[in-house]
T-cell receptor, first 114, second 113 residues
Framework: NAGVMQNPRHLVRRRGQEARLRCSPM?????VYWYRQLPEEGLKFMVY????????ESGMPKERFSAEFPKEGPSILRIQQVVRGDSAAYFC????????????FGSGTQLSVL | SQKIEQNSEALNIQEGKTATLTCNYT??????LQWYRQDPGRGPVFLLL?????KEKRKERLKVTFDTTLKQSLFHITASQPADSATYLC????????????FGTGTRLQVTL
């Protein structure tokens, strides 16, 4: 049973470009969470999605960031017009249901903005 | 404001000793608390969960305590091994949904021979 798959592992973008981060949850999991981790800082919650629904986006910046989890395919975290401050490790986690307390994390995408 | 504090300094211990890591929190009333392990360049891996009405939880060489009066959790690794070297994160949940997990910054543990 494959774990949570994230790609790419490393993504380099120039300021003003778009970044797309993909996450395939564990088989049987329909709940996806995105976290951001800056150096020397803890993981910060960004957004919680179920298939085709955004459940909680209280951690998402108001502009330039969006997330989706379509009926078919992976969850996508999209960052438009990236700035240097967006450079961070972005982790996706999944769980089989929203009441499940344990999260299964992917290996993350390291975004570097030049 | 709400805050989770873990010792930012690395903890260095000798193989075979017990490692004790601390997680303190303020202005939270968590339903449960979790501990995760994170290796460099990897995502966190779940280790243990302890609920607000539980005092202690064990799993193999791991033990977690939860004191809601002191607002503190202690994480112990007995008979530590070099393979236990990693960063350990505590995370708090408010209510019943994992979406509200708030993480501490973690404590790096280094176990030497």
């Amino acid at each position: 049973n494959a774990g949570v798959m994230q790609n790419p592992r490393h993504l380099v973008r120039r300021r003003g470009q778009e970044a797309r981060l993909r996450c395939s949850p564990m088989k049987g999991h329909s709940h996806v969470y995105w976290y951001r981790q800056l150096p020397e800082e803890g993981l910060k919650f960004m957004v919680y999605l179920q298939k085709e629904n955004i459940i909680d986006e209280s951690g998402m910046p108001k502009e330039r960031f969006s997330a989706e989890f379509p009926k078919e395919g992976p969850s996508i975290l999209r960052i438009q017009q990236v700035v240097r401050g967006d450079s961070a490790a972005y982790f996706c986690a999944s769980s089989p249901n929203g009441a499940n307390e344990k999260l299964f994390f992917g290996s993350g995408t390291q975004l570097s903005v030049l | 404001s709400q805050k989770i504090e873990q010792n930012s300094e690395a903890l260095n211990i000798q193989e075979g000793k017990t490692a004790t890591l601390t997680c303190n929190y303020t202005n939270y009333s968590p339903a449960y608390l979790q501990w995760y392990r994170q290796d460099p360049g990897r995502g966190p891996v779940f280790l243990l969960l302890i609920r607000e009405n539980e005092k202690e939880k064990r799993k193999e060489r791991l033990k977690v305590t939860f004191d809601t009066t002191l607002k503190q959790s202690l994480f112990h690794i007995t008979a530590s091994q070099p393979a236990d070297s990693a960063t350990y994160l505590c995370a708090l949940a408010l209510g019943g949904t994992a979406s509200k997990l708030t993480f501490g910054t973690g404590t790096r543990l280094q176990v030497t021979l």
